[in-house]
């Protein structure tokens, strides 16, 4: 199956050309003069075997993408997926190792009651607390991002929402939430269920003094809200700082975030991050059968 379906009337997904065909920029019917987004679409599966080792692939990509993006901080910073046979549990990365060094090997598989059903690193309290919430009330999550990236957590302490003031930006136009005030390092259940509650349906949310939490329908999809929403926080930090920004009006922000915020906007723009860490570092690729089976 397909990790998302297309919501939004200004993509169309990309077909194969007939031969002697020739490829064009696509028309919307309704609004003559105005074109489309062609995409390709997100991958289909054949078993849950071969969809639970392309998800724990993308998880490994992610982690090495954060890394080199420089968006971890030491042992700071926890990456899930759901797994695709049993909802119930999730796959994270082990306490304490580099996100830049993590393989599918390392990957723990988790339930919601915090168990290490599969793996035999130490698991991150604080992981387990928040993304098991999030993975409980949000049915419609695969991937769950949070980490400790240097523009997130400044424009965090600003305990405000990002404003449309860029295309970029629109992507989180009412789309995300603000988590407010600190009560140090999350290890208590209760405060898990209050930032899932917060979260509600959006796709991010700012955490005050903290940082920056995006989820997605695929493990591309969360990975890339959060590269784009430290992003936007690092514009929207050095525009207020050059003067008062403008922003978007309504109308357009809702417009751009039907298109760039789309799910698979999300998804399609993760690619070129992936095509480029699997080819600087190759390892990720290599993945055997072993590594989509799961016996417990």
Known sequence: MSEMANESGSIQFFKEPAAGEKLAVGEDGANPGRFIFTMPQPPTFSSVEEERRHRKQRLVAAFRIFSK????????????????????LFWVNP???????????DLLLVDHSG????????????????????HGMRPDVVAACHS??????AFSS???????????????????????GFNGVITDA???????QTLGSNKAMILQNHGLLTVGGSVDEAAFWFIAMDRSCQAQLLAEAAGTPTCISDAVAADSHATVGSRIAGWFSFQPYYQLITKEQPDILCVDDEDGRLEL
């Open 95 to 105: 306490f304490g190792v580099s996100f830049g060094c993590i393989t599918i090997k």
């Open 69 to 88: 993006l420089g968006l971890d901080e030491g042992i700071g910073g926890h990456l899930t997926c759901r797994d695709p046979e049993h909802p119930g």
């Open 115 to 134: 168990t290490v059903v599969r793996g035999r690193s130490p698991l991150n309290a604080a992981a387990f607390v928040t993304h098991s919430k999030i």
């Open 148 to 153: 400790h990236s240097v523009y997130g957590k």
């Open 190 to 196: 209760a405060e898990g269920e209050k930032m899932a």
């Open 158 to 180: 600003l305990a405000k929402p990002l404003l449309p003031i860029t295309q970029d930006a629109c992507s989180f136009y009412n789309d995300h939430a603000v988590f407010p």
